[in-house]
């Protein structure tokens, strides 16, 4: 299969580790594999790293809006593709780089079993599990189906053929209810259903969602569970060897969408904790499920019980808090179970490990949550004890319009949640990324928030408190706009005179003097790096 570039591939491996080349052309006793990473950005580079530590070759593919990339420098070969969701071009890219497999790392072609199917026939191990579970995770209603066979609990739910069907089953359960698309994923074909008037019309939105995003209209209903935590549990499966490596607490999300996710989940006593990661061992165990997956489980707070929600058949964004709990490498037990066929962990090697928390870092606008693209002029990751950054961007990197905003992922790993929240905060007020904006700010003021400080919070989070958020994500504006302006200006002293202090009121005056405190803080840091104006001097014509 392509043995003059397999030959080539390992040769730049070997050199750009400043090692002999000849034990990895001629052989050396240890297998050495070629692995194409389909994706691009972070996990792009997170793939490779796990990829290079196994003494393995990553190799790589980008788009023409990918030419300058950062994902690029990761890899040892790469080859141009039309798309990240073209199956020839993919196929004919690990081809030609005499690649041994391909990742698909997470979105994209990651949960398409036909791309599975096509990367098998073409005589490449696929890295993730077999196109039947994908089938199977991907139809919602044959996975409820299985996971009540495997005997693990479920709300009532119904497939609706239109929207008497749901009226039928509002009547039975009571309303609210949640239509889904039975092929859904990422937030798409959700309707949150509250009386007969609102069925009729929302059953038309959701179908139409479900046909566009995924070629599929069919729509299945449930009992709408109010206030739930949103819990999922990390597998690891060669097939026989089924483990856990417990779970994370996936609520605070926006339209359904995750963005602060943390491990473990300790609103789960530990009776609560071995219920649900054993019930998703069951599962996987019941269905055949091989490589890495999650079981992802509604969790009422209430009633504290546990309803399976899904199967995700592939890596997850937010895997990097259970590695940092576990101290496991999950990418490259995916690679071993795939390429190897072994899983050499078993249950009682898995101990947990302090805690950690994942935030998304989305190029986007804090309060309108509107992409932001554009070129990034500054770029300044933090760093110190417990932190990780899991990055596709650097100075001068373009982050285009086409892909999902998603640019870094910061994890903080702490012995408490307490301290991990502090880190992580600590760690956001390091972040500078200039000439795009950040939803840094956001995320800041979700960490600082009562009821998350208190890990009550639920899926509603967003909903119930985003004014609050805002709100306070003005006001850090305001803050920041009175730092610039103090560079600028070069005034520290001025600014006393910007608002006078003596004519607030006692409560506005506290405000202001935090205000200057802050203000003085982000001065300090911003005053190296704005440019201030030059003043130039009137010339003086001598008479």
């Known amino acids: 299969m392509h043995l003059g570039r397999k030959i080539y591939s390992c040769a730049l491996y070997s050199l750009s580790h400043c090692r002999s080349g000849w034990d990895t052309i001629m052989g050396s006793g240890l297998q050495r594999y070629s692995v194409l990473i389909a994706n691009r950005g972070e996990i792009a580079i997170r793939i490779a790293r796990s990829v290079r530590e196994l003494g393995w070759i990553p190799l790589g593919i980008y788009t023409n809006v990918d030419k300058k990339s950062l994902?690029?420098?990761?890899?040892?070969?790469?080859?141009?593709?039309?798309?990240?969701?073209?199956?020839?071009?993919?196929?004919?890219?690990?081809?030609?780089?005499?690649?041994?497999?391909?990742?698909?790392g997470y979105g994209f072609l990651s949960e398409n079993p036909e791309f599975a199917r096509r990367v098998r026939k073409a005589g490449l191990v696929f890295i993730g599990p077999s196109p039947e579970s994908m089938e199977l995770a991907g139809d919602k209603v044959q996975a409820k189906i299985m996971a009540e066979?495997?005997?693990?609990?479920?709300?009532?739910?119904?497939?609706?053929?239109?929207?008497?069907?749901?009226?039928?089953?509002?009547?039975?359960?009571?309303?609210?209810?949640?239509?889904?698309?039975?092929?859904?994923?990422?937030?798409?074909?959700?309707r949150l259903i509250r009386s007969d008037e609102e069925a009729e019309k929302l059953f038309e939105q959701a179908t139409k969602e479900a046909e566009n995003a995924f070629g599929d209209g069919r729509l299945y209903v449930e009992k709408?569970?109010?206030?739930?935590?949103?819990?999922?549990?990390?597998?690891?499966?060669?097939?026989?060897?089924?483990?856990?490596?417990?779970?994370?607490?996936?609520?605070?999300?926006?339209?359904?969408?995750?963005?602060?996710?943390?491990?473990?989940?300790?609103?789960?006593?530990?009776?609560?904790?071995e219920q649900i990661t054993s019930d998703a061992v069951k599962l996987m165990k019941y269905i055949g499920y091989v490589n890495a997956g999650t079981v992802e489980m509604l969790f009422d707070?209430?009633?504290?019980?546990?309803?399976?929600?899904?199967?995700?058949?592939?890596?997850?964004?937010?895997?990097?808090?259970?590695?940092?709990?576990?101290?496991?490498?999950?990418?490259?037990?995916?690679?071993?179970?795939?390429?190897?066929?072994?899983?050499?962990?078993?249950?009682?090697?898995?101990?947990?490990?302090?805690?950690?928390?994942?935030?998304?870092?989305?190029?986007e606008n804090p309060i309108s949550m509107m992409p932001s693209p554009g070129t990034i002029e500054e770029y300044i990751e933090p760093s110190g004890p417990g932190i990780r950054v899991d990055s596709g961007v650097t100075k001068g990197s373009v982050v285009p319009s086409e892909y999902n905003p998603l640019i870094a992922k910061l994890i903080a790993w702490a012995p408490s949640r307490e301290e991990a929240i502090k880190r992580m905060i600590r760690a956001l007020t390091e972040y500078t990324i200039t000439g795009i904006e950040t939803n840094i700010l956001m995320l800041r003021n979700i960490l600082e928030h009562d009821v998350f400080l208190k890990a009550i919070h639920t899926t509603k989070f967003l909903d119930n408190?985003?004014?609050?958020?805002?709100?306070?994500?003005?006001?850090?504006?305001?803050?920041?706009?009175?730092?610039?302006?103090?560079?600028?200006?070069?005034?520290?002293?001025?600014?006393?005179?910007?608002?006078?202090?003596?004519?607030?009121?006692?409560?506005?005056?506290?405000?202001?003097?935090?205000?200057?405190?802050?203000?003085?803080?982000?001065?300090?840091?911003?005053?190296?790096?704005?440019?201030?104006?030059?003043?130039r001097k009137p010339k003086i014509r001598k008479k």
């Open 465 to 535: 408190h985003i004014n609050d958020i805002i709100s306070k994500i003005r006001e850090w504006e305001i803050i920041h706009a009175i730092a610039i302006s103090i560079v600028t200006l070069k005034s520290v002293n001025g600014f006393r005179s910007m608002i006078p202090a003596k004519s607030l009121k006692l409560k506005d005056r506290h405000r202001l003097h935090r205000f200057k405190r802050q203000a003085w803080f982000y001065w300090s840091v911003l005053k190296s790096r704005v440019r201030r104006p030059r003043v």
């Open 224 to 273: 709408y569970l109010d206030d739930p935590k949103h819990i999922e549990v990390q597998i690891l499966s060669d097939g026989d060897n089924v483990i856990h490596l417990y779970e994370r607490d996936c609520s605070v999300q926006r339209r359904h969408q995750k963005l602060i996710e943390e491990a473990p989940a300790i609103v789960l006593n530990s009776k609560e904790r």
């Open 301 to 363: 707070l209430k009633t504290r019980k546990h309803y399976f929600m899904e199967i995700n058949a592939r890596l997850q964004v937010e895997h990097p808090v259970t590695e940092m709990i576990t101290g496991i490498d999950i990418v490259k037990h995916q690679l071993l179970i795939a390429l190897e066929n072994n899983l050499s962990l078993k249950q009682r090697d898995i101990v947990m490990h302090g805690h950690a928390i994942e935030v998304r870092i989305n190029a």
């Open 149 to 190: 066979k495997a005997g693990i609990p479920t709300l009532p739910w119904m497939i609706v053929k239109d929207p008497s069907d749901i009226v039928e089953f509002a009547r039975e359960h009571g309303y609210p209810v949640l239509l889904k698309a039975v092929s859904g994923g990422g937030g798409m074909g959700i």
């Open 71 to 104: 994902h690029r420098k990761y890899m040892v070969l790469d080859y141009q593709v039309s798309s990240y969701l073209d199956i020839d071009d993919i196929i004919e890219a690990a081809q030609e780089l005499g690649a041994d497999a391909i990742h698909p």
